[in-house]
């Protein structure tokens, strides 16, 4: 039987690159390379031994939010999420700053919620979506907590301020 001449040069190809790829006839292989001794203390890698002693990855939250959880869509949480009474269940669109008082601890703020009953507020008093920053003279500062994905910061700052009557 004939080949190509194309053929027969491959598969001479081939039949070389095998035979100088193997060890020669009666050679034994070398020994691989050994450790140290255990007395120096010193581990070095032995090459082509796999390092099967790494962890395992897991991940921890730490506050952060589930990465696989949409943040278009309202969890059912969220939606029978119940206001506690008083001043911690009040949004901060439902007070309205009616006067504040200035002691010497500082500005108190006297508010009224949307129950129509008043509540005298501190610095880092908390409502339902928001805490108390800044208390002025003739202001109030929130800093209201969004649930807004496309916004840059998960919070804003609201100041209500007092509505001054001009005198007649």
């Not at 969890?75 to 009474?85: G, I, L, V, Y």
């Not at 269940?89 to 129950?115: C, F, K, N, S």
Request: with cysteine; hydrophobic share 35%; charged share 25%.
């Amino acid at each position: 039987m004939k080949l190509p001449c194309s053929s027969a040069g491959t598969i001479l190809a081939a039949a070389s690159l095998l035979v100088l790829a193997s060890p020669a006839l009666g050679q034994e292989p070398a020994p691989p390379p050994t450790t140290p001794p255990a007395e120096t203390g010193i581990a070095v890698p032995v090459p082509g031994e796999q390092d099967t002693s790494a962890p395992a990855y897991t991940y921890e939250v730490r506050g952060r939010r589930d990465p696989f959880r949409s943040l278009l869509l309202r969890t059912q949480d969220d939606k029978d999420r119940q206001r506690p009474p008083g001043i911690a269940g009040m949004l901060v669109e439902e007070l309205e700053l009616q006067g504040t008082i200035r002691t010497r601890q500082g500005w108190i703020a006297m508010m009224r919620g949307g129950d129509n009953r008043s509540y005298l507020l501190r610095k880092g008093t908390t409502v339902f979506d928001g805490e108390v920053m800044e208390i002025g003279p003739t202001e109030i500062v929130f800093r209201q907590n969004v649930n807004d994905p496309t916004s840059p910061k998960p919070f804003r700052d609201v100041v209500k301020a007092l509505a001054l009557q001009a005198k007649p």
